[in-house]
DNA sequence: ATAAATGGTTTACACGTGTAGACATAAAGA
DNA sequence: TCTTTATGTCTACACGTGTAAACCATTTAT
């Protein structure tokens, strides 16, 4: 996986759209977000602009303008991010980590069960 | 706990040498910094100036010049930069969070037991 | 009492980000 | 073909952040 490039909160968003649905036209993306956000349409072209330049994502031509598709995976951002998150608050350690979580959101004892089964499975194939 | 204020990377290494040791001298905040940084005096202080703007830390005359203190609590910090990091990155949702986890980090059978004991005591408490 | 040292306050500047208008270009309709 | 319309590019600006020098006040040593 290439280094991630730093993608700010609003880029993401931008991220997220395009990772759920590509190669998508710039048309939709701006469709899409004006849903959820009240950016004006300029706004979220900047920000296309952007993530082109970060090497976030690429473009082909299709229709009158152009569609848009990521070149970084959607699962390597969230580990990079969760790597940055555990180092930034935690000095890296999992656990006090997981302690925090569990104490502050709410997590049942099933969801416990399972994610020993996961680290089985994950342990099972290393 | 009052609303936790923004701080930023730089003023999040000032506070955590505080909440190590408090009242501290803002000599020591410097030399403290300068043994992991290669931050000139003048920018840390920029930073202590900026946390007592945001309402972050608090001084008290000592000596020549003033001590500080903090404002907030570090758990209350950690606890809402969890928050924040869940949200943005999850959507707010724990398990897909601890199965990312799980799945690049390094954890321990033991781990997970400890986990679901601490999930016991607290439900218990409530 | 004056000078030196020590630590706090003000000012500065570049870069990323959120925000968006203005401008240009190409496609499509009249 | 000429105008309208859709879409992409350029320019702009304020604010936070990282970075730090310059300046000022107060204490301490001479």
Redesign the interface.
Known sequence: MNPIPEIS?AE?QVMKIVWKDHPIPGMEIISELMKRTDWKPSTIKTFITRLMKKGALGYEKSGRGYSYFPLIEETDF??N???L??K???GGS??P?????????????E??E???R???E?KKGE
């Open positions: 909160e993401h969230v580990k991010e969760s790597r998150f555990l930034r608050i935690f999992l656990k980590m997981l302690a925090t979580m569990v104490e502050n959101e709410d997590i049942s004892l969801d416990v399972e994610l020993k996961r680290i089985l994950k």
